[in-house]
């Protein structure tokens, strides 16, 4: 039993609880928020790897006094090897995922309690809620625990949304959420066929039922149970048909919370999709489901970016379409492609922050977001025009940054699995990314400057300029040195097939 495992879900929901109790004493917000965001990537440094049974509820084959004292019929059969509890595995993708996720998380609150003078603590609330329920999902392999902190996530996502001062915000939260009402449903159902097919929902389980043919893999229920799952996956991640509506969620929420959407939804589409890959695996349709919709995504996504003078709703079109990497990794399922698709969802948690929090201080000092009114940024500020454009290299995958790293990985796997057509749309997606984010920097800091322009008169604050300068930082390491975090998610992926 490792202790400190579930903390990494605890502690967030409790100092969520206590931040909406002392949520009008802005001074106790502001400290217990910061004290606790730095705290939270020091708990997977310090934590050990293995699984955590909630109440001690490990399986039979692991107690053998009460394995001895019953009936044959289950101490010799399966059913000795199921998991009667909650468990949560910490592996080395859990470390590195969950402290960058804490990472981008305190930078983000940083970055939160540097641009406001009050912060409601019901904002915070959110933020750890957030946070707490992706950790969860990643950690758990139960997928019906999955799914409630799932529910929650989409809660908090939709809260965060809501804090901004968009006009638009109540409309863009309500459609999230009637989608919601039938993606997350949906979802249940098809937990609840895999529940009758196995008699568990331990994933871990599930996959030794598929593994030795406990079950019939072709049965038309268990294949209702996959075109289900894999349709509330398609609405938490925004993948086709839900890409729209996603985008417009990051484009709505103050910049901050853009990029811890951003972040939640990363963490959200790998929880889900190993899931889904460990247990459909077997299935010949799994890896045309997951190139197509990935596909489309970019495809689609990248089309409405091109088109777009808003600045936020481009770069949410140009987030949700590198979430296509990371399916298309999943779809041609070797050991490079699933390393390659980790490190590419880790470098989007981090590189999309950059985007969000650079292009909110143009929205902080000008109040503007369309790109045609905007112009000659650069001379107001020079090191964070270079950051931002440093941002956009990484997301288009220009070396030597992280970016072109795990997007050479991608298009390696495909050359290597014989899909040298997928390996050329790769390349020509993040040459078209690199024209479009070029198109945004060009308007936003390098034309003529407006004459009716007005930048206000204020300091950017210093807390933006620190989460941006450690994020970048993050990025050029990363991208020198990818083996730092590329050998733990390979040896993950050994495990994983």
Same mark, same amino acid.
């Given at each position: 039993?490792?202790?400190?495992?579930p903390?990494?879900v605890?502690?967030?929901?409790?100092?969520?609880i206590?931040?909406?109790?002392?949520?009008?004493?802005?001074?106790?917000?502001?400290?217990l928020?910061?004290?606790?965001?730095?705290v939270?990537?020091?708990i997977?440094?310090?934590?050990?790897?293995?699984?955590?049974?909630?109440?001690?509820?490990?399986?039979?084959?692991?107690n053998?006094?009460?394995?001895?004292?019953?009936?044959?019929?289950?101490s010799?059969?399966?059913?000795?090897?199921?998991?009667?509890?909650?468990?949560y595995?910490?592996?080395?993708?859990?470390r590195?995922?969950?402290f960058?996720?804490?990472?981008?998380?305190?930078?983000?609150?940083?970055?939160?309690l540097?641009?406001?003078?009050?912060?409601?603590?019901?904002?915070?609330?959110?933020?750890?809620?957030?946070?707490?329920?992706?950790?969860?999902?990643?950690?758990?392999?139960?997928?019906?625990h999955?799914?409630?902190?799932?529910?929650?996530?989409?809660?908090?996502?939709?809260? =965060?949304?809501?804090?901004?001062?968009?006009?638009? %915000?109540?409309e863009?939260?309500?459609?999230?959420?009637?989608?919601?009402?039938?993606g997350?449903?949906?979802?249940?159902?098809?937990?609840?066929?895999?529940l009758?097919?196995v008699?568990?929902?331990?994933?871990?389980?599930i996959?030794?039922?598929?593994k030795?043919?406990?079950?019939?893999?072709?049965?038309?229920?268990?294949?209702?149970?996959?075109?289900?799952?894999?349709?509330?996956?398609?609405?938490?991640?925004?993948?086709?048909?839900?890409?729209?509506?996603?985008?417009?969620?990051?484009?709505?929420?103050?910049p901050?919370?853009s990029?811890?959407?951003?972040?939640?939804?990363?963490?959200?589409?790998?929880s889900?999709?190993?899931?889904i890959?460990?247990?459909?695996?077997?299935?010949?349709?799994?890896?045309?489901?997951?190139?197509?919709?990935?596909?489309?995504g970019?495809?689609?996504?990248?089309?409405?970016?091109i088109?777009?003078?808003?600045?936020?709703? !481009?770069?949410?079109?140009?987030?949700?379409?590198?979430?296509?990497?990371?399916?298309?990794?999943?779809?041609?399922?070797? %050991?490079?492609?699933?390393?390659?698709?980790?490190?590419?969802?880790?470098?989007e948690?981090?590189?999309?922050? =950059?985007?969000?929090?650079g292009?909110?201080?143009?929205?902080?000092?000008?109040?503007?977001?369309?790109?045609?009114?905007?112009?000659g940024?650069?001379?107001?500020?020079?090191?964070i025009?270079?950051?931002?454009?440093?941002?956009?290299?990484?997301?288009a995958?220009?070396?030597?940054?992280?970016?072109?790293?795990? %997007?050479l990985?991608?298009i390696?796997?495909?050359?290597?699995?014989?899909?040298?057509?997928?390996?050329?749309?790769?390349?020509?997606?993040s040459?078209?990314?690199f024209?479009t984010? !070029?198109?945004?920097?060009?308007?936003?800091y390098? %034309?003529?400057?407006p004459?009716?322009?007005?930048?206000?008169?204020?300091?950017?604050?210093?807390?933006?300029?620190?989460?941006?300068?450690v994020?970048?930082?993050?990025?050029i390491?990363?991208? =020198?040195?990818?083996?730092?975090?590329?050998n733990?998610?390979?040896?993950f992926?050994?495990?994983?097939?």
């Amino acid at each position: 039993m490792n202790d400190l495992i579930p903390l990494m879900v605890i502690v967030p929901i409790i100092v969520a609880i206590l931040l909406n109790l002392f949520s009008k004493q802005n001074t106790t917000v502001k400290i217990l928020s910061f004290l606790v965001a730095i705290v939270l990537p020091i708990i997977p440094i310090l934590s050990n790897y293995g699984l955590h049974y909630f109440g001690g509820h490990a399986p039979l084959i692991d107690n053998g006094n009460l394995l001895n004292s019953l009936p044959s019929y289950i101490s010799d059969g399966a059913l000795s090897t199921f998991h009667i509890g909650i468990t949560y595995s910490f592996e080395s993708l859990q470390r590195i995922l969950l402290f960058f996720l804490f990472v981008v998380g305190f930078l983000c609150i940083l970055t939160t309690l540097g641009e406001r003078k009050r912060i409601p603590g019901s904002y915070m609330f959110l933020m750890f809620m957030g946070l707490a329920a992706v950790t969860a999902m990643l950690l758990s392999d139960d997928i019906f625990h999955m799914y409630i902190f799932f529910e929650i996530a989409i809660v908090a996502q939709v809260g =965060i949304v809501l804090a901004s001062t968009d006009d638009l %915000k109540y409309e863009v939260a309500m459609k999230y959420l009637l989608l919601g009402s039938v993606g997350g449903p949906i979802l249940l159902i098809g937990i609840g066929f895999l529940l009758g097919l196995v008699g568990s929902v331990n994933i871990t389980d599930i996959v030794y039922a598929v593994k030795n043919g406990l079950i019939n893999t072709s049965s038309p229920v268990f294949l209702f149970s996959f075109g289900l799952i894999f349709f509330g996956w398609l609405y938490s991640v925004g993948l086709p048909p839900f890409h729209t509506i996603k985008s417009s969620i990051y484009s709505k929420a103050v910049p901050s919370g853009s990029a811890l959407l951003q972040a939640l939804s990363v963490v959200i589409f790998i929880s889900l999709g190993i899931t889904i890959f460990r247990i459909y695996s077997s299935l010949p349709l799994l890896e045309v489901f997951l190139i197509f919709f990935s596909l489309s995504g970019m495809i689609l996504s990248l089309t409405m970016a091109i088109m777009e003078n808003d600045f936020k709703r !481009m770069i949410g079109f140009l987030a949700v379409g590198e979430l296509g990497y990371i399916g298309l990794g999943f779809g041609i399922g070797t %050991k490079l492609s699933l390393t390659a698709a980790l490190f590419q969802g880790l470098n989007e948690i981090i590189i999309t922050a =950059i985007l969000f929090i650079g292009f909110g201080v143009i929205l902080y000092l000008t109040k503007i977001s369309d790109i045609t009114k905007l112009g000659g940024l650069i001379e107001n500020n020079p090191k964070i025009a270079i950051i931002v454009l440093l941002g956009g290299f990484a997301m288009a995958g220009v070396p030597p940054l992280n970016g072109f790293q795990s %997007k050479l990985m991608l298009i390696q796997s495909a050359l290597n699995d014989n899909l040298p057509e997928l390996a050329i749309i790769m390349i020509l997606i993040s040459i078209i990314t690199f024209m479009t984010f !070029m198109k945004a920097f060009h308007s936003i800091y390098l %034309k003529p400057k407006p004459k009716n322009l007005i930048v206000e008169d204020v300091r950017v604050p210093r807390s933006s300029i620190f989460a941006m300068a450690v994020l970048i930082v993050i990025c050029i390491v990363l991208g =020198i040195m990818p083996t730092l975090v590329t050998n733990g998610f390979s040896g993950f992926v050994g495990g994983l097939i």
